[in-house]
């Protein structure tokens, strides 16, 4: 039996075990996607205590926390630090097969040099040791980047944002890691959303623009896509609950703007015409671009309105939507390469039923430009578990190339989260590794451990074109 978080963790055979020390483990990080804050890297940030960098913001443990009966207070209220810490610690020994359990004792390791197990009674001790740790320079947000060995990371940020700290970090000669901002549109296009006319006015505000047409909020939209080109912007990213395909004329989505800047109220038909177009738009400005088109969806956000209306969004109120997006999808692809702009493109379906959809659909539209241009992006939120992963690999394998695969990112608001790009490596050397084992692809290490490099970091930096 092997002791809990050795050193071969997850690694079930001797292939697997050779593939990850002497290969995958040895590989830096590229974090392309992730929702941390770029002030607190500019400002080389300090966390008070393990509750400000555990707790904070993470929905992930806060849905686990409200899952053991625990008072809201103790969870995003106004309890002490303290006492949320111990109630985190005490949910933790209820989560075994949840991949909190492993992310939790992998960052006590890694960071903290904590061999043991949080529970209810080493809540104390866990605590003095990781507070005492945080002090240090490096638990400093650098620091903690630095160790981890990250060489660059991108943001996720607003079309109407500043992008005043990454200017800041990118003239800072003292900042190792690259940050770049990734551009994400989501309030521009959901029309039909509460908050749309007033952000309009922001974003005409910012662009120093007068928005009163289609072609206006087209002109604006560029002036901003240029000013994040300019800070090494390569890529955007849609937080979709579906993806939509209704297109229609633009003199009609420009009645439809036109509409909604009116503050009256539009049909579902309506809207997802307006939202057709806006994407199909920024498709074709991302192939101009070069930049890669990351579109997440399958969520069906804010289900519980008495929680949405006290805490806001992304708060742990969020679920798997199955409807399916199978037409849309295809029909959006298509209108962008019928015109040969079709930009790089990462996929991500919060639906795991949606693995084989999306494992047919990337080889209908890859292309000479780079290899495995269309993606199936790494298994998201909810199914970035053992077995999600597992299953996302090998699905992915079973219908495309996994060696083209573009591998790992966070996801996450944590700066202790680049140990999932550990978890994710583990998983994968073991799965190659049980089939080498399994007779079912031949024993070429030297093959083979290039195959999981380039999985962990070199496809990446290929496909998005990142300078490090």
Not at 376 to 399: I, R
Request: glycine share 6%; with cysteine.
């Amino acid at each position: 039996m092997k002791n809990f978080m050795c050193d071969d963790f997850l690694l079930s055979n001797e292939t697997s075990k050779v593939l990850y020390h002497n290969y995958a483990a040895k590989m830096p990080i590229i974090d392309y996607h992730c929702h941390i804050n770029p002030k607190e890297i500019a400002d080389n940030h300090r966390f008070n205590n393990i509750t400000d960098v555990w707790l904070g913001g993470d929905h992930y443990k806060w849905r686990a926390i409200r899952s053991n009966g625990v008072d809201e207070n103790f969870i995003t209220g106004n309890a002490a630090p303290r006492e949320k810490f111990q109630k985190w610690a005490e949910t933790l020994s209820k989560a075994i097969g949840n991949p909190l359990y492993h992310w939790t004792h992998l960052e006590l390791k890694k960071y903290f040099d904590y061999k043991g197990t949080l529970n209810a009674n080493t809540a104390e001790e866990v605590w003095n040791l990781c507070n005492e740790k945080l002090q240090t320079e490096t638990m400093s947000v650098r620091g903690i980047i630095d160790q981890s060995d990250v060489k660059l990371l991108c943001t996720t940020d607003d079309p109407v944002d500043s992008l005043e700290h990454h200017v800041a970090i990118k003239n800072d000669p003292t900042c190792k890691v690259k940050v770049l901002p990734a551009w994400r549109p989501d309030k521009a296009v959901n029309i039909d959303k509460a908050g749309f006319t007033a952000y309009i006015d922001t974003l005409a505000q910012v662009s120093d623009t007068a928005i009163t047409s289609l072609k206006d909020l087209f002109a604006a939209l560029i002036k901003r896509l240029d000013h994040f080109d300019s800070l090494g912007c390569k890529a955007s990213d849609h937080g979709l609950d579906y993806v939509p395909y209704n297109p229609a004329s633009e003199e009609e989505v420009n009645q439809i703007f036109a509409k909604a800047l009116k503050g009256e109220s539009l049909s579902f038909d309506e809207a997802e015409k307006y939202k057709t177009a806006l994407l199909v738009f920024f498709g074709k400005e991302y192939a101009k671009r070069n930049w890669v088109m990351q579109l997440h969806y399958g969520t069906i956000r804010n289900t519980n309105t008495a929680m949405f209306n006290k805490l806001g969004p992304d708060t742990g109120f969020d679920c798997i939507n199955t409807q399916s997006c199978a037409n849309g999808i295809v029909g959006f692809l298509n209108a962008l390469n019928q015109e040969s702009l079709l930009p790089k493109t990462v996929l991500y379906s919060l639906n795991p039923a949606d693995n084989e959809m999306l494992g047919t659909i990337l080889g209908c539209f890859q292309g000479p430009e780079t290899a495995g241009k269309i993606q199936h992006g790494s298994a998201w939120w909810f199914n970035d578990t053992k077995t999600g992963m597992q299953k996302q690999l090998t699905d992915l394998a079973n219908l495309s190339l996994l060696g083209n695969f573009i591998g790992m990112l966070t996801d996450s608001r944590s700066f202790l989260s680049y140990t999932r790009h550990e978890y994710f490596r583990r998983i994968l050397c073991n799965l190659v590794g049980t089939w080498v084992e399994n007779g079912e692809y031949p024993n070429d290490i030297e093959a083979l451990g290039q195959l999981v490099q380039d999985i962990s970091y070199n496809n990446t930096v290929r496909f998005f074109g990142f300078e490090v």
